[in-house]
């Protein structure tokens, strides 16, 4: 993200960062929570994520050289850095704040935006959704990955009472952020649930685990509606589902061609190929 271009000497502008408050003689200011926005493909604009404790710089600045920041050929420089540790990115589904960008005073064109006119009302509400979000959210979501081991509960009461709690800790988290959930878990569709909001709707296949460890074994439909629906498709599996219920969501990422979870654990699987066979 850089500043506009002046009209007059078609240079990189500057920030303003009086306008976040600095005094007209300061070349950065921090700790400021800096917050990013990117287009849904299904339309409309939404927080992905933020840095926190960050420094805003008054100019641009060039990318060290080593650091590869390039697009379409060009290098790319910065105008804030925070740490590792106080950098946010939200995942897919936890993308659910909307931001305005049609009518006075919203985003527009721009890539810099403050939203800080007191006497709009839609600035104060949204400024006030972000810092919520911010200081609410948890302070390590890496979560800890889990060894593979086989499949499968042999006791079939307690596997379905393992299914219900996986269904109802998918159902929990999507409703939390704002999505309207449907079961179709008798429709066979290849999903067990559908989760709305506003034009995204993901189908969500939910495995349920009584331990720790993530294997999980799809049905032919389930694998086909997989793999033909990458981008809206989610598989949902909760490990420790009757003690501790720990929701690790799969979905797949275009940029490096596997599926992976919200703390990037990547999606290993194994396609097995079977037969009946019979003899006159």
Request: hydrophobic residues 30%; aromatic residues 8%; charged residues 25%.
């Amino acid at each position: 993200v850089m500043p506009g271009k002046s009209p007059s000497s078609g240079e990189l502008a500057k920030v303003n960062l009086q306008r976040i408050g600095a005094s007209g003689t300061d070349e950065s200011l921090s700790p400021v929570i800096v917050v990013w926005v990117a287009t849904s493909l299904e339309g409309g604009a939404y927080v992905v994520g933020w840095y926190r404790n960050a420094i805003v710089f008054l100019r641009p600045h060039d990318s060290p050289p080593d650091s590869q920041r390039e697009c379409q050929g060009e290098a790319v420089g910065y105008i804030t850095t925070a740490k590792e540790a106080d950098a946010v990115l939200l995942p897919k589904d936890e993308r659910v704040i909307p931001v305005p960008q049609r009518g006075k005073g919203s985003f527009g064109q721009s890539n810099l935006w403050y939203a800080d006119d007191p006497d709009n009302p839609e600035h104060r509400n949204l400024r006030q959704t972000v810092l919520d979000a911010v200081v609410n959210y948890p302070a390590n979501k890496s979560g800890k990955k889990k060894p593979y081991s086989k499949p499968k509960q042999p006791d079939v009461l307690l596997r379905q009472r393992v299914e219900k709690s996986a269904i109802n800790t998918a159902t929990q988290y999507y409703t939390q952020h704002g999505y309207e959930v449907k079961s179709v878990e008798q429709d066979n569709v290849g999903w067990d649930l559908e989760a709305t909001l506003d034009k995204r709707k993901l189908k969500l296949e939910v495995k349920g685990l009584s331990g720790e460890s993530i294997n999980v074994e799809l049905t032919p439909n389930e694998y086909e509606k997989m793999n033909a629906n990458q981008e809206h498709y989610r598989l949902c599996i909760v490990t420790s589902a009757l003690k501790s219920p720990e929701l690790s969501i799969f979905s797949y990422n275009n940029e490096c061609g596997y599926w992976e979870s919200q703390s990037g654990q990547e999606l290993i699987r194994l396609e097995l190929v079977s037969a009946r066979c019979t003899a006159n």
